[in-house]
C-alpha cells in the first residue's frame, strides 16, 4: 500500500518525538484525539515505521567489520600513542583468535573411593596412579 503524504509526515514526526496525537496533528490531520492511534493501528504504518525502525539500528550500531576497521586503522595511524595503537592492535589479535586462555583447575578436596570391592590388579593400578 502507497503512503499519503500526510501518512507520512506522521511517519516522520512519530519517529522523532514518540508522540502519536502530536504527529497526527503536525502531519495536517485534524482532530487528534484517538484517531492518531487508529493511523498507528494502521498496518502500512506499522511497516513503516518497523523498516525504519532497522535502519535506524544499522546506522547506529558499527557491525564486526567495521570495528576491526576502526583498530586497524588506530593500530596503523603513526599520529597516536603507542600505548594507543599497542591497544588496538590487541583487540583486533584478541577478536582474529589470536591468543588463547589456558585455564588450570586444580582440585584440593578429599575424594573417598571404598576399596572393598577392587581385585588386588586394580588396587595395583590405583597404588601406581597415585605415585605420579
Known amino acids: 500500500m502507497v503512503l ?3 501518512q507520512k509526515k506522521f511517519i516522520d ?3 522523532k518525538t514518540g508522540n502519536a496525537e502530536k504527529s497526527y496533528e503536525a502531519a495536517g490531520y485534524k482532530s487528534a484525539r484517538g484517531n492518531a492511534h487508529k493511523l498507528l493501528q494502521n ?3 506499522q511497516n513503516a515505521i518497523s523498516i525504519r ?3 535506524v539500528e544499522k546506522i547506529r550500531l558499527a557491525d564486526l567489520k567495521e ?3 576502526f583498530w586497524t586503522n588506530t593500530m596503523r595511524n603513526t ?3 603507542t600505548k594507543e595503537r599497542l591497544k588496538a592492535s590487541e583487540l583486533l589479535a584478541k577478536c582474529n583468535g589470536a ?3 589456558r585455564i588450570e583447575h586444580t582440585n584440593s578436596f578429599p575424594i573417598n573411593i571404598n576399596m572393598e570391592n577392587f581385585t ?3 588396587l595395583r593400578r590405583l597404588s601406581k596412579m597415585t605415585k605420579l
Open 4 to 6: 499519503s503524504e500526510k
Open 13 to 15: 514526526h512519530y519517529m
Open 43 to 45: 498496518t502500512a504504518i
Open 53 to 55: 525502525n532497522k535502519n
Open 67 to 69: 570495528v576491526q576497521e
Open 79 to 81: 599520529e597516536l600513542e
Open 99 to 101: 591468543f588463547l586462555n
Open 120 to 122: 588386588e590388579e586394580e
